[in-house]
């Protein structure tokens, strides 16, 4: 963990931390379109170099609810797919986490996040595959909860 760089961002007043080769870019925020079976308070999409692209409102992703005010676009790509992240913003990179200290009493939100207290600041160290699986889950699962028409082939 202290050897890897660390893109840190803040989403809704909690401070959370990608590994730097999981992210493809960072952008400022577009205000994301609607996506057909999707609620705009979960995700919409974005243009991003002429191809549309899904955009995760931060919020839903990893405080599970809304959370208004994104001035970063956090672009993640695994490879296979591609997402965009809206953040608060982006604080920076950091370098070495070696200060990082496991919580005793972490947050049980996000699941794919490990817990960490840096400088007796608690920092959410994020599992990339597990963030994208749940921004995948987020797209196609959510209108099945609200009653609306599931998309599961859409992404």
Do not use: K
């Amino acid at each position: 963990m202290s050897y890897v760089p660390w893109l840190r961002f803040e989403m809704g007043g909690r401070e959370f931390a990608l590994p730097i080769e999981a992210v493809a870019e960072v952008l400022d925020a577009r205000r994301p379109r609607l996506i057909p079976c999707v609620s705009p308070d979960v995700a919409g999409v974005v243009n991003f170099r002429g191809e549309p692209l899904p955009a995760v409102h931060g919020g839903a992703l990893l405080l599970g609810g809304p959370a208004s005010g994104h001035r970063h676009m956090v672009v993640l790509d695994d490879g296979h797919w591609r997402v965009a992240l809206l953040v608060t913003r982006v604080i920076r990179i950091e370098r070495r986490m070696a200060q990082a200290v496991p919580m005793d009493e972490p947050p049980e939100e996000p699941a794919f996040a490990q817990w960490v207290l840096v400088s007796g600041q608690p920092l959410g160290l994020l599992e990339p595959a597990g963030l994208m699986d749940r921004a995948r889950e987020l797209l196609t699962e959510q209108p099945e909860q609200s009653g609306g028409i599931p998309c599961p082939g859409a992404f």
